[in-house]
């Protein structure tokens, strides 16, 4: 089952990046075929269908969750960790991305103009449904997990390496492109992952080769912060990685979710 946010055609003209105010009327809904049926009640908890109905080409999809934090796994494939001359880490190596960060798909990246490279980074997301803390080894996550997304870990590569830590190559405004829907249903087993630029695929990987399950990753971060409904993890990017400029575009593939996709403008533009 594919859950969204999203908001009718009439208000979308008003919408300019992140933050719920910049999304006056967002609602919820649940997608059925090519339509979307507006929801009542909170998704992480309990809702039943409405009576309105709207053709999806007549909505603009929103972030799916609004998250009180974005929690993002690094170095999780082996062969992302190689291409740039990493090791693989001994446990998950974890990251803050601000909720600053955060738009929907259809909205653009903005590179910043004091980086000079700024990359791509395709990654499958998991949604929080209920908070949770303290996992212990052997515990059962999946109870915790409202879903999945596809989600854009951008990065200014250069930024992140001359700093040394990645609070400002990871935390720009327009960093944090993810959607466009929740589902609830995926099947990790046979989940993945691609990413393309300009319709030229540049990653693909699969869940099964994290280095960090799903599971792992969950419980570990749970036992050094508090997880919330609507919190997003993203789950590690592949191999392939590379640099976007203006008027490219990005689209993030996850197999049984949808595309993210995002245009690419400079600052200023």
């Known amino acids: 089952m594919k859950l969204c946010r999203f908001q009718p055609a009439l208000l979308s003209a008003t919408i300019s990046r992140s933050a719920e105010e910049t999304h006056p009327g967002a609602l919820?809904?649940?997608?059925?075929?090519?339509?979307?049926?507006?929801?009542?009640?909170?998704?992480?908890?309990?809702?039943?269908?409405?009576?309105?109905?709207?053709?999806?080409?007549?909505?603009k999809l929103l972030p799916p969750s609004i998250p009180t934090k974005i929690v993002c796994v690094g170095r999780n494939y082996r062969e992302h960790a190689s291409e740039l001359g990493n090791e693989v880490p001994p446990e998950p190596l974890i990251f803050l991305k601000p909720p600053s960060a955060i738009i929907a798909p259809d909205?653009?990246?903005?590179?910043?103009?004091?980086?000079?490279?700024?990359?791509?980074?395709?990654?499958?997301?998991?949604?929080?449904?209920?908070?949770?803390?303290?996992?212990?080894?052997?515990?059962?996550?999946?109870?915790?997990?409202?879903?999945?997304?596809?989600?854009?870990?951008?990065?200014?590569?250069?930024l992140q390496k001359s700093d040394g830590q990645w609070t400002r190559g990871k935390g720009f405004d327009t960093f944090c492109p993810f959607g466009p829907v929740l589902e609830t249903a995926l099947d990790l087993n046979a989940a993945s992952v691609e990413t393309f630029l300009n319709g030229v695929r540049k990653q693909s990987g699969r869940a099964s080769e994290m280095m960090f399950?799903?599971?792992?990753?969950?419980?570990?971060?749970?036992?050094?912060?508090?997880l919330q409904p609507g919190d997003?993890?993203?789950?590690?990017?592949?191999?392939?990685?590379?640099?976007?400029?203006?008027?490219?575009?990005?689209e993030v593939v996850v197999a049984g979710v949808g595309t993210l996709r995002n245009p690419v403008i400079a600052q200023g533009a």
């Not at 339509?35 to 909505?59: K, Q, Y």
């Not at 993890?233 to 203006?246: E, F, H, K, L, W």
């Open 28 to 59: 919820t809904g649940v997608v059925e075929g090519a339509n979307v049926r507006e929801i009542a009640g909170d998704f992480f908890a309990d809702w039943r269908p409405g009576e309105r109905v709207w053709p999806l080409s007549e909505v």
């Open 107 to 158: 909205e653009p990246i903005v590179m910043p103009s004091i980086s000079k490279r700024v990359d791509y980074e395709g990654e499958i997301a998991v949604i929080m449904g209920r908070a949770c803390s303290h996992l212990e080894e052997g515990d059962d996550v999946k109870p915790y997990i409202a879903g999945f997304t596809c989600l854009n870990d951008v990065t200014a590569r250069d």
């Open 213 to 226: 399950s799903v599971d792992v990753i969950i419980r570990w971060i749970s036992r050094v912060m508090t």
């Open 232 to 250: 997003v993890i993203a789950t590690g990017t592949p191999s392939g990685v590379g640099p976007v400029q203006a008027g490219d575009v990005v």
